[in-house]
């Protein structure tokens, strides 16, 4: 990944220079990781740049921030504009997003109170998460020894900077032994989720993956499989799931914002479907990277264009 591309920031209701986008040592956030984000991607179609879920990484967004007391100044309207002009003034055709509201610099006590909510917006163009080739043949994953964090200490359905801690204990170690992506358990030993990807497990053509009561971010691509899936005929469960599940599943794959689709070959050096991408992944995968370029009419609505100001456009 690289930022080598990006060129503008927006900050607090203006676009400033990536060089100018700084923030001082003491802001509250950089202490505690009080603070809350957001991954978008958009998608090059032929209309143009599409941001993919735009209104539900929003919700979730403005549903985050609530959480921690946060309140974002900027109306649902004018963070899509400034999403959109962070796209044009990068003429991307498609890049990652990357919201982030947090708490500033006026004090470092615990309690934010006195602290500033500061908003930026991050554009870049980022490859598939789990790489191109993790995208076709999957991933090597390994069960962390790390456990996701219930619930009930901290809200995980809540998309915030210092819970991910959790998520870089686990991904450090699963990358030190060798392996693409970590899966961590909760604390009652379900399967839980990737470091930063949801998970499903294919068995006789039926799709189970999990909810919130399994301490689980509730992820928006997840949101768009599950759909997928079952207009393609499959049934989709919801319910907790074990290893024993995952070593009984015909295909097991990571869904989320960055990583996409990604199928998983291998758990712990255990293959699965012989190590490599199973039928009912690949089909899903087909239909969802035809949605978000734009050319699956019944998912248009997850589509937020990018058009080009009126006062853009030219006429000759
Ligand atoms: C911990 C975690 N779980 C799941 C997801 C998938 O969520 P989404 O599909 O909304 O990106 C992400 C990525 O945002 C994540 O960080």
Same mark, same amino acid.
């Given at each position: 990944m690289s930022f080598d591309q990006s060129k503008w920031v927006w900050r607090n209701g203006e676009i400033i220079r990536w060089q100018d986008a700084t923030t001082h040592v003491s802001a509250h956030a950089l202490h505690y990781g009080s603070g809350v984000f957001e991954g978008i991607r958009c998608y090059a179609t032929d209309a143009g740049p599409a941001v993919f879920r735009l209104d539900a990484h929003l919700d979730r967004f403005y549903a985050s921030a609530g959480v921690y007391g946060?309140?974002?100044?900027?109306d649902r309207l004018e963070l899509t504009e400034a999403i959109e002009e962070l796209i044009r003034v990068h003429e991307f055709e498609s890049c990652y997003l990357r919201p982030l509201c947090y708490f500033g610099s006026? +004090?470092?006590?615990?309690?934010?109170?006195q602290c500033p909510v500061e908003v930026v917006i991050l554009a870049w163009p980022w490859a598939p998460y789990l790489g191109a080739v993790g995208l076709e043949r999957g991933v090597r994953v390994t069960v962390s020894p790390w456990k996701k964090f219930h619930s009930e200490m901290m809200p995980t359905t809540a998309k915030a900077c210092g819970q991910y801690l959790n998520s870089i204990l686990a991904v450090r170690d699963a990358f030190k032994r060798g392996f693409d992506e970590a899966l961590l358990l909760n604390s009652e030993g379900h399967l839980a989720e990737g470091s930063g990807e949801n998970l499903f497990i294919v068995r006789n053509g039926e799709l189970i993956t999990n909810d919130e009561?399994? +301490?689980?971010?509730?992820?928006i691509t997840r949101d768009a499989v599950i759909r997928i899936a079952r207009d393609l005929g499959h049934r989709v469960v919801t319910r907790a799931m074990t290893l024993e599940d995952l070593a009984t599943a015909d295909e097991a794959f990571f869904t989320g914002t960055a990583a996409e689709v990604t199928p998983i070959r291998e758990v712990d050096g255990v293959e699965i479907n012989g190590g490599r991408r199973g039928p009912v992944t690949e089909s899903i995968q087909r239909v969802f990277f035809s949605a978000v370029a734009g050319r699956e009419e019944r998912y248009r609505e997850w589509l937020h264009l990018v058009t080009q100001p009126l006062e853009m456009v030219t006429h000759d």
């Amino acid at each position: 990944m690289s930022f080598d591309q990006s060129k503008w920031v927006w900050r607090n209701g203006e676009i400033i220079r990536w060089q100018d986008a700084t923030t001082h040592v003491s802001a509250h956030a950089l202490h505690y990781g009080s603070g809350v984000f957001e991954g978008i991607r958009c998608y090059a179609t032929d209309a143009g740049p599409a941001v993919f879920r735009l209104d539900a990484h929003l919700d979730r967004f403005y549903a985050s921030a609530g959480v921690y007391g946060l309140e974002i100044p900027y109306d649902r309207l004018e963070l899509t504009e400034a999403i959109e002009e962070l796209i044009r003034v990068h003429e991307f055709e498609s890049c990652y997003l990357r919201p982030l509201c947090y708490f500033g610099s006026s +004090s470092l006590s615990v309690h934010p109170a006195q602290c500033p909510v500061e908003v930026v917006i991050l554009a870049w163009p980022w490859a598939p998460y789990l790489g191109a080739v993790g995208l076709e043949r999957g991933v090597r994953v390994t069960v962390s020894p790390w456990k996701k964090f219930h619930s009930e200490m901290m809200p995980t359905t809540a998309k915030a900077c210092g819970q991910y801690l959790n998520s870089i204990l686990a991904v450090r170690d699963a990358f030190k032994r060798g392996f693409d992506e970590a899966l961590l358990l909760n604390s009652e030993g379900h399967l839980a989720e990737g470091s930063g990807e949801n998970l499903f497990i294919v068995r006789n053509g039926e799709l189970i993956t999990n909810d919130e009561r399994e +301490s689980i971010l509730v992820g928006i691509t997840r949101d768009a499989v599950i759909r997928i899936a079952r207009d393609l005929g499959h049934r989709v469960v919801t319910r907790a799931m074990t290893l024993e599940d995952l070593a009984t599943a015909d295909e097991a794959f990571f869904t989320g914002t960055a990583a996409e689709v990604t199928p998983i070959r291998e758990v712990d050096g255990v293959e699965i479907n012989g190590g490599r991408r199973g039928p009912v992944t690949e089909s899903i995968q087909r239909v969802f990277f035809s949605a978000v370029a734009g050319r699956e009419e019944r998912y248009r609505e997850w589509l937020h264009l990018v058009t080009q100001p009126l006062e853009m456009v030219t006429h000759d």
